[in-house]
């Protein structure tokens, strides 16, 4: 690459288009030649290349990121081969002999009734497991129940169980299928080791062919530079430059960019502040590293802590000192350490005042199970959070009440809306209190990470443009017709059909938009489109409307924006918003959902994008989450003590379970983090919901929680 090129390097927010392009050409070149048994075991596996796409994420990004086990991909040729005659072995003997062994089966006196009763369901299933041919695997259930050690479990006490050649003919297979099955998985995990190695160097490969560089390049190539040779010169020059540094938020920082600040500032007469709070540190998803920030924490040579909270009632404050104080590391790992904070002094803070006789800031609600469901049984998730998200809204309500009455003052003014909070972990659980609140009419506004791409309005504009595409698609005229955007009724669609003139306006009017697009473009296309069908209108009158009708104007905005810069013409366009929505991307900030209004509204927020906020009162019905690694999770992701806390990613080591262990310790460490900076959100007063099991209480009721809170 020439000089003039690497200053004409374009800077790019995102990557996906190269990743996919490298993780679907890894794809063809490793799975289309792989053997017809391998690929359904693939299916089975849902290994798909949206999957390993989702596994690169942005792990490639990371050159301090370390895969296990450095597996290679075996050779499984020769297993195949015996699983594949010992398969059709089965099918002779069974075609010889399949009506033997049903009569040995039906006449046999010992086996258990559960057994007998489902004989003919069992000889089914090996006709179909037989016809299938040797090029499937399928379920060991399909022929589980004619192996000699089923047989054996299958018969009651002191009986023998029935006995035929066949039967260890199944053993024999069931064996050659669980090797195989261990030989894919090896050569799965191969392949995806591969996959990283072969990702890392392809992306930055065809970044240099194309010119172009991302954020995360920038440092990497920054810290490569001062890591190689002239880089102490070049930490001397940036030092010159800068004679201190101030870096706030250090909690969301990671190894590649400490390192950058340590060999810039660690000499000479610089000075290098680091601003941070490790029980603020949720960003993980992001590739924010908390034991980045530990390990500079631990090589500082001052420490300030700030003890003094600005923001809280004193009350308020004490409850939190209390909830956290209790345990000698409430955050898991004994480096992150909970500092008491005390009311400022002098500070001047709007009070809460409710003319009420529970004027506790700290408010503990509890849900007992118990008294809802039958003994030893759990409450199922969505009927308690339809409980909780009803106690919220009819709390919000209340409290607004109080206002309306002169009850409730936020200093001298009366509480409105907008001094309300409803912190969540997901925006699905937002969404329901909205709901809940809106039943109640009450207004309320979403903040939200959610994607564009994820909305109903989305769908909705990808039927609109593809009747727009081809105006001369019946069907996809009448999926646009029936959207809500549009709004014709079920019944009012059907008379349309039996009407020939009514039928062809609609017929000319989107073949009039196709030929406005093709003429103007689609903006001029599409507002005039809002403006004749009465859109906004339209979607305002809807529960949730003023959401509904922000997001049809930020998909137009977003999709004028991309034909433009993409030069998409009309199938080009349709085919970018399908994949959008289809693929889980669109995550660039500016994708995300707009806030729908300004005005006066009871605030709904992630607790990811709550935090540097506040709120005079805040509601936290959901801030608990699962901790465990669900099963069928096959990438476990964790900072290995063997390797000073290096980020490692287990794609099915030995040792995985131990792996796992620590990566749901590292995840319960998160929740009790997030569950910190919801709590410490709120200025006057903090609800916090908990869903209680047991048969009482009593623990809780005689904690240490002080009574003022």
Known sequence: ????????????????????????????????????????????????????????????????????????????????????????????????????????????????????????????????????????????????????????????????????????????????????????????????????????????????????????????????ALSGEGGEELAKAIRSKFKAALIDEFQDTDPIQYDIFKKVFSKGKSILFLIGDPKQAIYGFRGADVFAYLDAASQVNHRYTLKENWRSEPDLITAINTIFGNKDHPFVYKEIKFQPARPAEKQELEVLKLDESSRQPFQLWFLNAVKLTEPGKSIPKNQAQEMIFNAVAGEIVRLLNLSRKNRAFIGKRPLKERDIAVLVRKNAEAR??????????????????????????????????????????????????????????????ENLLKDDTGWDKWLIKFKEYHNLWNERGFIVMFRRLLAELTVLTRLMSLPGGERRATNVLHLTEVLHQVSIDKKLAMTSLLNWLSEQRGSG???????????????????????????????????????????????????????????????????????????????????????????????????????????????????LSTSRMPSSA
């Open 1 to 224: 690459m020439c000089i003039r090129d690497r200053f004409d390097t374009e800077l790019i927010t995102e990557q996906e288009n190269i990743k996919r392009e490298v993780v679907e050409d890894f794809w063809r070149n490793h799975l289309y030649r792989a053997s017809p048994l391998f690929i359904h075991y693939t299916i089975n596996h849902k290994l798909t290349p949206e999957k390993l796409i989702n596994m690169l994420g942005n792990r490639i990004d990371r050159p301090y990121y370390k895969i296990i086990p450095k597996a290679e991909i075996p050779d499984s040729s020769s297993l195949e081969k015996e699983y594949q005659a010992c398969f059709e072995e089965v099918n002779k003997a069974w075609n010889k002999a399949g009506a033997e062994v049903e009569n040995i089966l039906r006449s046999h006196e010992g086996l258990k009734k559960d057994y007998t009763k489902n004989i003919t369901t069992w000889i089914q299933n090996m006709d179909q497991f037989l016809s299938s041919g040797s090029n499937k695997l399928s379920s060991y259930e399909a022929y589980n129940k004619f192996t000699s050690s089923e047989l054996k479990r299958s018969v009651k006490k002191n009986y023998s169980p029935p006995e035929h050649p066949f039967f260890k003919l199944c053993d024999n297979l069931k064996e050659k299928q669980q090797a195989l099955e261990k030989a894919f998985g090896q050569q799965v995990v191969g392949l995806k080791y591969k996959l990283f190695n072969y990702a890392k160097e392809e992306l930055e490969r065809r970044k240099e062919a194309n010119n172009v560089q991302s954020f995360d390049d920038l440092l990497i190539k920054l810290r490569r």
């Open 432 to 493: 329901m209190i909205q709901k809940a609140l809106s039943a109640l009419n009450v207004h309320s506004v979403l903040y939200s990470t959610e994607s564009l791409f994820e909305t109903y309005e989305a769908l909705e504009m990808e039927r609109i443009i593809a009747a727009i595409v081809e105006p001369n698609n019946e069907v996809f005229i009448r999926a646009a017709l029936s959207t809500e955007m549009i709004g014709v009724k079920g019944e009012e669609l």
């Open 585 to 699: 991307r669109g995550r660039k900030e500016e994708y995300q959902l707009r806030l729908e209004s300004d005005e006066n509204a009871v605030n709904l927020v992630t607790i990811h994008k709550s935090k540097g906020l506040e709120y005079p009162v805040v509601f936290c019905p959901f801030t608990w989450g699962g901790s465990k690694l669900p099963r069928s999770t096959d990438l476990v992701e964790f900072h290995s003590k063997e390797n000073n806390r290096q980020l490692t990613l287990d794609l099915g080591s030995e040792e995985e379970e131990r792996h796992r262990m620590l990566a749901e310790k590292e995840q319960l460490a998160e929740n009790l983090r997030l569950f910190y900076v919801a709590l410490t959100r709120a200025k006057n007063r903090c609800y916090f919901c908990l869903l209680y099991t047991s048969p009482s209480p009593r623990d």
